[in-house]
């Protein structure tokens, strides 16, 4: 039984469409990633999965039970870090661990012993009984996705979880997403790092406009949207350059001042470039980013 169903889901505000048609699955311990660009719908669509706001057709599933309708009961299971962090300002770190503890039912020495571990899993133990309102951005991001796992969860649901981390934290919460995945729990996640979709999820679900245009293994995805490597060339005039590398690639493409080629063969673009001092290029393979760029554009949305 999958863990998430989405079924032909379609969501209105006002006149606007921004969930059409949507249906995916989560499997049990799978890392499912949903992508798109901004106001594609993502948040939309975890916000009905939790039962905050309801769909106005399709079905909806969590845990095996139906959403809305006993969103209640399938949230005992799930743990939420919302886009934007809900924390309770006046609250320390520990309190609002404790808090949320309390709200999931659990008693005050159960909430007790698992404040530790959670600071641990967050590196926040030395902020424990700092007051929320005086954490960074970062730490505050932390604190959510602790805050999460209050109640073991079976399910992550996660928008945007590593926004506003800096590099460090990042590979952080990594490395920790994926022990959580190797005790067996299913993650639902919204990322616009296509290098964190890349690493983690086993599948992801490329959303534009609320409907669904593509969904995959990261990897079968690479291969079949773009199944070469890019040279990516930096110069003042890329249209000038497109003009001459154009023939030797298979696909080109601009953006800004960069100009990305898409090549079967590298070895004549290299020879053209070797002698361009002033250029500066970047041979490597085909990525995630280099897929949803190709599915939604290259320009900006919204
Ligand atoms: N409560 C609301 N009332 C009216 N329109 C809304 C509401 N919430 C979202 N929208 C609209 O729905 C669309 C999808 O928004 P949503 O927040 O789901 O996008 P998103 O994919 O999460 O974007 P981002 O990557 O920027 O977070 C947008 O056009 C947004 O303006
Ligand atoms: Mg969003």
Redesign the pocket.
């Known amino acids: 039984m999958p863990a998430i169903e989405f079924e032909q889901v379609i969501?209105h505000?006002?006149d606007?469409t921004?969930?059409n048609g949507l249906s995916f699955d989560v499997v049990p311990g799978e890392c499912f990633g949903?992508l798109?660009?901004?106001?594609?719908?993502?948040?939309?669509?975890?916000?009905m999965l939790l039962g905050i706001?309801s769909p106005d057709a399709g079905r909806i599933s969590l845990c095996g039970e139906p959403v809305p309708a006993r969103a209640r009961h399938a949230r005992a299971r799930v743990g939420v870090v919302p886009?934007f962090d809900n924390l309770d300002p006046d609250f320390t770190v520990r309190e609002n661990l404790l808090v949320f503890g309390r709200y999931f039912g659990l008693s005050a020495s159960e909430t007790r012993a698992l404040v530790a571990p959670l600071l641990e899993f967050a590196r926040l133990e030395s902020k424990a009984d700092a007051r929320v309102g005086e954490l960074s951005g970062g730490m505050r991001r932390r604190l959510t996705l602790a805050r999460a796992l209050v109640n073991d969860p079976d399910v992550l649901v996660m928008?945007?979880p590593t926004t506003g981390l800096d590099p460090q934290a990042r590979h952080l919460i990594w490395e920790r997403l994926r022990s959580l995945l190797a005790r067996g729990k299913t993650i639902l996640l919204?990322t616009?790092f296509m290098e964190e979709a890349e690493r983690l999820c086993n599948r992801v679900c490329v959303?534009e406009e609320?409907r669904k245009i593509a969904e995959g293994a990261p990897k079968a995805l690479i291969e079949s949207e773009i199944g070469c490597d890019v040279i990516e060339v930096y110069g003042p005039d890329p249209v000038a350059l497109r003009d001459e590398l154009a023939p030797l690639a298979k696909r080109t493409e601009i953006s800004g001042e960069t100009l990305f080629c898409y090549v079967d063969e590298a070895a004549p673009v290299h020879a053209l470039l070797r002698h361009r001092s002033d250029l500066r290029y970047l041979h490597r393979p085909a990525n995630l980013e280099d897929v949803f760029l190709r599915l939604t554009g290259r320009e900006m949305q919204?």
């Open positions: 969501k505000y006002g606007k921004v969930v949903l798109g660009p901004n106001g594609a719908g993502k948040t939309t669509t975890l916000r706001v886009q928008d945007e919204t616009h959303i609320g919204d």
